[in-house]
T-cell receptor, first 113, second 114 residues
Framework: DQQVKQNSPSLSVQEGRISILNCDYT??????FLWYKKYPAEGPTFLIS?????DKNEDGRFTVFLNKSAKHLSLHIVPSQPGDSAVYFC????????????FGKGTRLSVIA | EAQVTQNPRYLITVTGKKLTVTCSQN?????MSWYRQDPGLGLRQIYY???????DKGDVPEGYKVSRKEKRNFPLILESPSPNQTSLYFC?????????????FGSGTRLTVV
């Protein structure tokens, strides 16, 4: 039973527009959420995180929103750039990271010039 | 440079021939973990280690072994590889109490078992 779900396997967005990647989770005990970005032939790299005590965290073009009541988080990329084309993984943590991260299956984002 | 180093990057082997994929980190991280990535299945955890001599099974441990004799190294051992272990493998490490920085991943090992 998947605890972290990314229901869209892929997403295409035009350059300059907003990309919105979604993630749902089932375990209300998760207390930290992270997004990773992965290019082909490379390992995932940490992008942005949010604690469960917040509802928004922003870092440059990237913003993560958390809706705890809906058990939903989203990653917004504005404006989208061709270099953002990658697979994005959502991950969740219990006990502030002292137990293993649980990953979603990933969403492949294609930003079209 | 802070990094997780995996070797080899690519490996083709035959069914049943024991192999080891090495993982080393230079950040003095307590936590290390192995994942495999397969199409449509995302990242699935194989084994993890909270510290030296402490290891535990992840979601898909069958057919794999690990050891953590030193803090910096966490090798993944396939005693008798089978074709269903053909996959892309990633090692990751993290420091406790620093979850806001996430895991640091290695560059991956692409394993093909024929």
């Amino acid at each position: 039973d998947q605890q972290v779900k990314q229901n869209s396997p892929s997403l295409s967005v035009q350059e300059g527009r907003i990309s919105i990647l979604n993630c749902d989770y089932t375990n209300s005990m998760f207390d930290y959420f992270l997004w990773y970005k992965k290019y082909p032939a490379e390992g995932p790299t940490f992008l942005i995180s949010i604690s469960s005590i917040k509802d928004k965290n922003e870092d440059g073009r990237f913003t993560v929103f958390l809706n705890k009541s809906a058990k939903h988080l989203s990653l917004h990329i504005v404006p989208s750039q061709p270099g953002d084309s990658a697979v994005y993984f959502c991950a969740a943590s219990l006990n502030s990271g002292n137990t293993p991260l649980v990953f979603g299956k990933g969403t492949r984002l294609s930003v079209i010039a | 440079e802070a990094q997780v180093t995996q070797n080899p990057r690519y490996l083709i082997t035959v069914t049943g021939k024991k192999l080891t994929v090495t993982c080393s980190q230079n950040m003095n991280h307590e936590y290390m973990s192995w994942y495999r990535q397969d199409p449509g299945l995302g990242l699935r955890q194989i084994y993890y280690s909270m510290n030296v001599e402490v290891t535990d099974k992840g979601d898909v441990p069958e057919g794999y072994k690990v050891s953590r004799k030193e803090k910096r190294n966490f090798p993944l051992i396939l005693e008798s590889p089978s074709p269903n272990q053909t996959s892309l493998y990633f090692c990751a490490s993290s420091a406790f109490g620093e979850i806001n920085y996430g895991y640091t991943f290695g560059s991956g090992t692409r394993l093909t078992v024929v």
